[in-house]
């Protein structure tokens, strides 16, 4: 199995640790980011992954030297000349995705216990081009599902901005996307977007003729850990369960 590490962004919430580093290589009680993330897809099965790099992408590569890249392989896909988002570099490593087999796209600063196993599982039994990691909580912008846990639109409630694919906005469950989900290599037919883009506007346009499903894991840890508090906090988490990314 394969999957994608996004881990190009700039970290700016982590600052002033992120004047000098990517954020990848943020710590919980001594373990970056990066290694966790490397860790929960390992415990999946994964053992190809490619790692998108822009902020300070020398420290990540040297990072991977120094763990001999956990054991399996590893390799970067470089947009230290323009940071491209989720979609555009999602896309500009397409060519990694080459085995016809859905893979997995997992943000680096998540902190999950989510069951990987069974998101793929689901993924495979939907038969949707994607399948999005969602959870009940709070946050400004939402993905909205209808009662199929089908992606229906998308909309923010700071700025009332609203996107809708498909279905009656009065019906529609909003839901927060995790930063973790499955794709089928087939997406990469349908994306026509160039440069710097985002998979929120990608998904939204899909959805209107394609299956794009949600994966509720309401139960169990899900944390950003683009903020320095929620750093301190996951480090407790650690220390309580010392074999949660084991």
């Given at each position: 199995?394969?999957?994608?590490?996004?881990?190009?962004?700039?970290?700016?919430?982590?600052?002033?640790?992120?004047?000098?580093?990517?954020?990848?290589?943020?710590?919980?009680?001594?373990?970056?980011?990066?290694?966790?993330?490397?860790?929960?897809?390992?415990?999946?099965?994964?053992?190809?992954?490619?790692?998108?790099?822009?902020?300070?992408?020398e420290?990540?590569?040297?990072?991977?030297?120094?763990?001999?890249?956990?054991?399996?392989?590893?390799?970067?896909?470089?947009?230290?000349?323009?940071?491209?988002d989720?979609?555009?570099?999602?896309?500009?490593?397409?060519?990694?995705?080459?085995?016809?087999?859905?893979?997995?796209?997992?943000?680096?600063?998540?902190?999950?216990?989510?069951?990987?196993?069974?998101l793929?599982?689901?993924?495979?039994?939907?038969?949707?081009?994607?399948?999005?990691?969602i959870?009940?909580?709070?946050?400004?912008?939402?993905?909205?599902?209808?009662?199929?846990?089908?992606?229906?639109?998308?909309?923010?409630?700071?700025?009332?901005?609203?996107?809708?694919?498909?279905?009656?906005?009065?019906?529609?469950?909003?839901?927060?996307?995790?930063?973790?989900?499955?794709?089928?290599?087939?997406?990469f037919?349908?994306i026509?977007?160039?440069?710097?883009?985002?998979?929120?506007?990608?998904?939204?346009?899909?959805a209107?003729?394609?299956?794009?499903t949600?994966?509720?894991?309401?139960?169990?840890?899900?944390?950003?850990?683009?903020?320095?508090?929620?750093?301190?906090?996951?480090?407790?988490?650690?220390?309580?369960?010392?074999?949660?990314?084991?």
């Open positions: 199995m394969k999957a994608m590490i996004f881990a190009a962004g700039l970290g700016t919430r982590l600052k002033p640790f992120t004047d000098y580093h990517p954020k990848a290589l943020a710590e919980v009680s001594g373990i970056t980011l990066l290694e966790l993330a490397v860790k929960k897809l390992i415990t999946a099965g994964i053992n190809d992954i490619i790692i998108n790099v822009h902020h300070f992408p420290q990540i590569i040297d990072f991977l030297q120094q763990k001999n890249n956990f054991g399996i392989n590893i390799i970067t896909s470089d947009e230290s000349d323009q940071l491209l989720t979609g555009g570099g999602l896309k500009k490593a397409s060519w990694f995705f080459n085995d016809n087999k859905p893979f997995i796209a997992y943000n680096v600063d998540v902190f999950s216990d989510i069951d990987l196993g069974l793929y599982h689901t993924h495979i039994q939907s038969n949707a081009v994607a399948t999005l990691a959870r009940h909580r709070d946050t400004a912008r939402y993905f909205l599902f209808n009662e199929n846990n089908h992606l229906c639109g998308w909309k923010n409630i700071k700025s009332g901005e609203q996107k809708i694919s498909k279905g009656n906005p009065e019906n529609l469950s909003p839901l927060a996307f995790s930063g973790i989900q499955i794709l089928h290599p087939t997406i037919h349908l026509t977007e160039e440069g710097k883009f985002s998979m929120t506007d990608v998904y939204i346009r899909l209107t003729y394609h299956n794009i949600g994966f509720i894991h309401d139960s169990g840890i899900w944390m950003d850990l683009g903020r320095t508090e929620n750093l301190e906090e996951a480090s407790s988490i650690m220390r309580i369960n010392p074999g949660l990314y084991d």
